[in-house]
T-cell receptor, first 112, second 114 residues
C-alpha cells in the first residue's frame, strides 16, 4: 500500500465549478500535512498547510481527519488558472528536516 | 526571494552514458533533498543530506546513482550508466533549520535518456 494515495483524476470541470480532491495516508503517526500545486513541467509549490481544525485560503479549503487518516482540498469557483496537478503531501514525523512524502497527484483541468 | 538553483534545466543523454546534476540550496539551509519525479507520478525521495552527511539514501539505486555534498553546501547527483528508465525530472529541495514544512524546491532538471 502506498503511503499517500490520491484520487486518480483527471478532473475536468467548467469555470465556476466546485471541485474536491481526497487523499488518504497510511502512517497514523504522520504529523504534518500539505497540499502542493505543480504546473506542467514546473517544480511543486506549497499551496497550503492542512490542520485538524480545517483552514481556508480564499477559494481553497483544506481539511484533515486524523481518525480516518484522510485529507481533502476543496476549490470553489474554479478559475482557468487553477488548472494544475495537486499533490497531497505528508511528513511522517515532527522532526524538522524530515523528507516530504508525496501522493501521485490529481490533475485538474478547468475549461471555459 | 531566495531560490534553490539547479543545473542544467534539461539534459538529453544516450543510455550507458554518465550524467550529473548540480544543486545549490538556499544559504543556511542545512538539509538538502534530491527527488525523482517520473511523468504522471509524485516526487519520490532519492537521498537526503544533513550538512555533508547522508541521512537517508534507502531509495537511491546505488549500483548506478551516487550523490555527494562535500562541503555541506552544494550537491551533485550522478548517474552512471544511464538507463532509459531514468528519464524523469530530478528535483532538489532544501529546508529551513528547525522548521517543519519549510521546503523550497529548485526548478528541476528534466532528463531524457535515449
Amino acid at each position: 500500500r502506498k503511503e499517500v494515495e490520491q484520487d486518480p483524476g483527471p478532473f475536468n470541470v467548467p469555470e465556476g465549478a466546485t471541485v474536491a480532491f481526497n487523499c488518504t495516508y497510511s502512517n497514523s503517526a504522520s504529523q504534518s500535512f500539505f497540499w502542493y500545486r505543480q504546473d506542467c513541467r514546473k517544480e511543486p509549490k506549497l499551496l497550503m498547510s492542512v490542520y485538524s481544525s480545517g483552514n481556508e485560503d480564499g477559494r481553497f479549503t483544506a481539511q484533515l481527519n486524523r481518525a480516518s487518516q484522510y485529507i481533502s482540498l476543496l476549490i470553489r469557483d474554479s478559475k482557468l488558472s487553477d488548472s494544475a496537478t495537486y499533490l497531497c503531501v505528508v511528513i511522517p514525523t515532527n522532526q524538522a528536516g524530515t523528507a516530504l512524502i508525496f501522493g501521485k497527484g490529481t490533475t485538474l483541468s478547468v475549461s471555459s | 526571494e531566495a531560490e534553490v538553483a539547479q543545473s542544467p534545466r534539461y539534459k538529453i543523454t544516450e543510455k550507458s552514458q554518465a550524467v550529473a546534476f548540480w544543486c545549490d540550496p538556499i544559504s543556511g539551509h542545512a538539509t538538502l533533498y534530491w527527488y525523482r519525479q517520473i511523468l504522471g507520478q509524485g516526487p519520490e525521495l532519492l537521498v537526503q543530506f544533513q550538512d555533508e552527511s547522508v541521512v537517508d539514501d534507502s531509495q537511491l539505486p546505488k549500483d548506478r546513482f551516487s550523490a555527494e555534498r562535500l562541503k555541506g553546501v552544494d550537491s551533485t547527483l550522478k548517474i552512471q550508466p544511464a538507463e532509459l528508465g531514468d528519464s524523469a525530472m530530478y528535483l532538489c529541495a532544501s529546508s529551513s533549520p528547525g522548521l517543519v514544512g519549510g521546503y523550497t524546491f529548485g526548478s528541476g532538471t528534466r532528463l531524457t535518456v535515449v
